[in-house]
């Protein structure tokens, strides 16, 4: 089974609104961290945000949050007042604490955001 | 320079070749790592290193071959590589294992 799940290739936004990529993780680890990062298309990969599998407030991060639902094993990222330099490749990640410090990756999502 | 950086961003190399790829942090940290990231596949993490020990080889071909002579520097050494081998190769480092990775720009591969 695949332990993060990114069901959506590609999102469109327009400026300025608000966009949530999906993400859904499968663990039976207690202890876990879930992470977004963007890939432009210049290729690095940009550490945005993270999350505990222990934190009870979601995790902001300027026009960034994530929307975790723990029961639910999701992870959602928020981008609020899109701008067209977030264009790019988002990636959404885990590690499981308990068994190894291996960052696993989604398939990612490629969002364009349109003037 | 700062943060992560990689050379060379491009790379073409025959199959019969040997070349390596580079990676410096400028960062302070502890732990690196290559991930290797093909077309429409998922990045795959190949090796981590911690304080320059080898933590993790995730099951990859000999033909790729690392090097960690101090916490700032990483290298990836190549040979006799495949087409399939062609990739966007990416370096990262960490403060520490369970801490958020930053990520070099990546070198591109091309196997000919």
């Known amino acids: 089974a695949q332990k993060i799940t990114q069901t959506q290739p590609g999102m469109f936004v327009q400026e300025k609104e608000a966009v949530t990529l999906d993400c859904t993780y499968d663990?039976?680890?207690?202890?876990?961290?879930l992470f977004w990062y963007k890939q432009p298309s210049s290729g690095e990969m940009i550490f945005l945000i993270y999350q505990g599998s222990y934190d009870e407030q979601n995790a902001t991060e300027g026009r960034y949050s994530l929307n975790f639902q723990k029961a639910r094993k999701s992870a959602n990222l928020v981008i609020s007042a899109s701008q067209l330099g977030d264009s790019a490749m988002y990636f959404c990640a885990m590690r499981e604490m308990d068994s190894s410090y291996k960052l696993i990756f989604g398939s990612g999502t490629r969002l364009l955001v349109r003037p | 320079e700062t943060g992560v950086t990689q050379t060379p961003r491009h790379l073409v190399m025959g199959m019969t070749n040997k070349k390596s790829l580079k990676c410096e942090q400028h960062l302070g940290h502890n732990a690196m790592y290559w991930y290797k990231q093909s077309a429409k596949k998922p990045l795959e993490l190949m090796f981590v290193?911690?304080?320059?020990?080898?933590?993790e080889n995730n099951s990859v071909p000999s033909r790729f071959s690392p090097e960690c002579p101090n916490s700032s520097h990483l290298f990836l050494h190549l040979h006799t590589l495949q087409p399939e081998d062609s990739a966007l190769y990416l370096c990262a480092s960490s403060q520490a294992l369970s801490v958020e990775q930053y990520f070099g720009p990546g070198t591109r591969l091309t196997v000919t």
């Open positions: 663990t039976s680890d207690q202890s876990y961290g």
């Open positions: 290193y911690n304080f320059k020990e080898q933590t």
